[in-house]
């Protein structure tokens, strides 16, 4: 048995992958054209896996989907593939478009195709499980209650907007054409491999540097942490039990502010790593906000728990423990990242 995962060598994508492994003998096919926060260095524990087959290429490139597809015969296909950082879509949308829209519109074409092609029984196996995020569903005001699956789409970045349009089509292709497809859209992850650009590793690796560690507007924000490793799980008992056509929310029961995840951050690395200098908080700098900068998310994952009996594991303070120590311990990761390096990964570990 096969799995056909896109973006695989990205944060959450690689974290799957390892946690697949770690849980299946089933071959993973990873998809990934290494955009810059695509490592396989992530996946180096993998080399020499025959279970982990890579390969370097894009999701928009039909001809290459279609022969993966032929070739591997997977009974399922993982998205994770996409344009992810919504600060990167509001200086340029262009990529996101593409990757996020059209990348979508090409995999669910070449499924249709291959899934057409099976026989009666690897047809009602095959899954097409469209990886998604919370920010489809717009800002909350303080009182209003958490997203649902029924919570209208009010997308307000040009990254929400193309995930949007992605979860219309996989919609789409399922009511139209019986494509059996699962969405689940998901809250803020954090853990290791996290590409520190993003707030948690940014913070993490500023602070260590005795870099500011800049907070957007007023800081209070608020945005609904998972665990990284709990977001696999879930994906997996989607894949395995969820109801074909339907999506599932999938979050950490964890809303809090920005300025609350910095202070937190500071604290554990005072008590980690203490810095001659003082408290890391010292360093809090409030920067210009993020333009349309959304207010507050909050999941609703009844849905997952009652079909499927998922939770997270892991609480926010066991979490964001593992996740300071882990940047603590891999300083060569945080600087081969940090200087480019990991891109020259692929050819020094692999060869041409
Ligand atoms: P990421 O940016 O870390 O990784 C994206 C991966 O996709 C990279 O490995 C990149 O090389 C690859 N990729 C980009 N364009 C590609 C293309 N055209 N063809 C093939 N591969 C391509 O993203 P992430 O944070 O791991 O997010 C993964 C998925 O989960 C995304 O679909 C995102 O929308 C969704 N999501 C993310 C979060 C989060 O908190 N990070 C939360 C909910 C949902
Ligand atoms: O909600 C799920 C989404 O979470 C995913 O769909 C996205 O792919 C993922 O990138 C993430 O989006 P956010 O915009 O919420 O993540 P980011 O880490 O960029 O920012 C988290 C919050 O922190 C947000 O309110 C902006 C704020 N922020 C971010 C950075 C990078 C700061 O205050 N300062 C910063 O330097």
Known sequence: MTILVTGGAGFIGSNFVLDWLAQSDETVVNLDVLSYAGNLENLASLQGDARHVFVQGDICDRALVDRLLAEHQPRALVHFAAESHVDRSISGP????????????????????????????????????????????????????????????????????????????????????????????????????????????????????GKPLPVYGDGQQIRDWLYVTDHASAIRAVIAGGRVGETYNIGGWNEMANIDIVKTVCALLDELRPDPAGPYSRLITYVKDRPGHDRRYAIDARKVERELGWRPAETFASGIRKTVQWYLDHPDWVARVQSGAYRDWVSQQYGA
């Not at 059209?102 to 669910?108: I, P, Q």
């Not at 909350?140 to 699956?149: C, I, K, N, S």
């Not at 979860?167 to 996290?194: K, M």
């Open 94 to 209: 262009g990529a996101f478009m593409r990757t996020n829209i059209e990348g979508t519109y090409t995999l669910l074409e070449a499924s249709r195709q291959y899934w057409s092609g099976l026989n009666e029984e690897a047809k009602a196996a095959f899954r097409f499980h469209h990886v998604s995020t919370d920010e489809v569903y717009g800002s909350l005001g303080p009182q209003d209650p958490a997203f649902t699956e029924t919570k209208t789409y009010e997308p307000n970045s040009p990254y929400s907007a193309s995930k949007a349009a992605s979860d219309h089509l996989v919609r789409a292709w399922h009511h139209t054409y019986g494509l059996p497809v699962l969405t689940t859209n998901c809250s803020n992850n954090y853990g290791p491999y996290h590409f520190p650009e993003k707030l948690i590793p940014l913070m993490i690796v500023n602070a260590l540097a």
